[in-house]
């Protein structure tokens, strides 16, 4: 396993098109999470999953974004109708399991560019 | 509410140069953990070191040392005899829950010039 991954590294769409980011955690990892960076400031976190179970969702998740984990395994977030302030790096996360609770593994993000 | 501020933007050294970045964060829990990330040019966050809130020894694993004082609440991260590998930004983070689950601070640019 060479650790969490993240398609595509990098996306650049029209404002008001709907994006697709992918993350797929380190195999054992039960815990994943989604964080926003923007330029010049530290990871924001967004969301996180224990197995494909959302358990918490920061206001800064609004209404356009939304994130699924179906199966436990990989994750998607997906941005409705983006707007030029989505422009940010989002990163994935994974961690192991409650009871092995570990620090958490990022992937090397998607950077969004809405134009 | 919990936050972590970490005041330098950028520090810039000259190789072999000691250099220290200050965190100072705020919390009402009582248990949390205190976490130090470096970020390269190439943007994946990389795991340095974790401390509980009930652990105040200072660590030191190799040319890095961490000095945590729960009376100034301050985990500050010095890096001796500086390289140009360590060049990047480095964050400061609290974690109250699950450990990925973190508030990070601003982050501190770190330059190192031969």
């Known amino acids: 396993d060479t650790g969490v991954s993240q398609n595509p590294r990098h996306k650049i769409t029209k404002r008001g098109q709907n994006v697709t980011f992918r993350c797929d955690p380190i195999s054992e990892h039960n815990r994943l999470y989604w964080y926003r960076q923007t330029l010049g400031q530290g990871p924001e976190f967004l969301t996180y999953f224990q197995n494909e179970a959302q358990l918490e969702k920061s206001r800064l998740l609004s209404d356009r974004f939304s994130a699924e984990r179906p199966k436990g395994s990989f994750s998607t977030l997906e941005i409705q109708r983006t707007e030029q302030g989505d422009s940010a790096m989002y990163l994935c996360?994974?961690?192991?399991?409650?009871?092995?609770?570990?620090?958490?593994?990022f992937g090397q993000g998607t950077r969004l560019t809405v134009v | 509410a919990q936050k972590v501020t970490q005041a330098q933007t950028e520090i810039s050294v000259v190789e072999k140069e000691d250099v220290t970045l200050d965190c100072v964060y705020e919390t009402r829990d009582t248990t949390y953990y205190l976490f130090w990330y470096k970020q390269p040019p190439s943007g994946e966050l990389v795991f340095l070191i974790r401390?509980?809130?009930?652990?105040?020894q200072n660590e030191i694993s190799g040319r890095y040392s961490w000095n945590f004082q729960k009376s100034t609440s301050s985990f500050n991260f010095t890096i001796t005899a500086s390289q140009v590998v360590d060049s990047a930004v480095y964050f400061c983070a609290l974690a109250t829950d699950s450990w990925g689950k973190l508030q990070f601070g601003a982050g501190t640019q770190v330059v190192v010039t031969p």
């Open positions: 401390r509980n809130s009930f652990d105040e």
């Open positions: 996360a994974s961690s192991q399991p409650r009871e092995m609770d570990t620090e958490a593994f």
